[in-house]
């Protein structure tokens, strides 16, 4: 609990800079710490980077560490704010829950999901992080890694969730060849009994596949017979516009 309250007491004293620099006795008031706790939390805080002391001055201010991790986040932010009005579309059209999602190392990253309006829902996968090969998303992100990044992943021990999961490396790099060729990924049962789903890749600014679009639902249901080709249509037309609006206009072309 010690340590859960550190983290909790270090977010504050950060919380007490977030509109400029400030002195021990300031940051210890605003946060309703004992003075000599706060300049511990300080001192422990500029090891780190999060935390800057002003030269020949008392007062401390936010790090060169904080700006960078804000700026990691904020790719994300925006490519959630461009996707969801068409992920708002996609799951109109289709009937079915469409999702979002990012490459964090060897895992997919959900970062949205927009529901269904069928009475028996799928969960909310925002949030959530996933190993690749189980996944439709990641199975599109495995289909788009350079060649010796994919040979270390299937390298590795790959990780069972159903009895229909592909954890053999010689099928999955098979499955991910079709993924390159099609476009896109269809996964039937792979991660969760129940449940199936189908992505295509949003393409960034230089050409490599930053995201994945996404569509899943109960499998008794989804895909209807005959609906394949349409889903697919549909979901590779979402992430295209998506991956458009993403990359900036050509000069004198108004694209």
Known sequence: MSRVQSIARAFAVLGALED??????????????????????????????????????????????IAMLGRAVEPTRNLISIARPHLVELAASTGEAAGL?????????????????????????????????????????LAHMARDALDDFLSRPLAWFTPHTLDDAVRLRERVARVR??????????????????????????????????????TYRFPAPGNEDEIERQLSATATRIGASIRPSSPGTGR
């Open 20 to 65: 400029g620099p400030r002195g021990v006795t300031e940051v210890a008031e605003r946060v309703g710490l004992p003075k000599s706790t706060a300049a511990r939390m300080l001192t422990t805080l500029v090891r780190e980077g999060a935390v800057e002391q002003l030269d020949d001055d008392a007062r401390y201010r936010l790090g060169a560490r």
């Open 101 to 141: 999602s990012v490459p964090d190392g060897d895992v997919v990253h959900y970062v949205d999901q927009v529901d269904s309006r069928h009475e028996v829902q799928v969960r909310d996968w925002t949030g959530t992080r996933v190993p690749m090969h189980a996944v439709s998303s990641g199975q599109v992100f």
């Open 181 to 218: 060729r099609e476009g896109h990924a269809w996964v039937r049962e792979e991660f969760a009994e129940g449940l199936t789903s189908v992505a295509a890749p949003v393409v960034g600014q230089a050409g490599n596949v930053v995201a994945a679009v996404h569509l899943h639902g109960p």
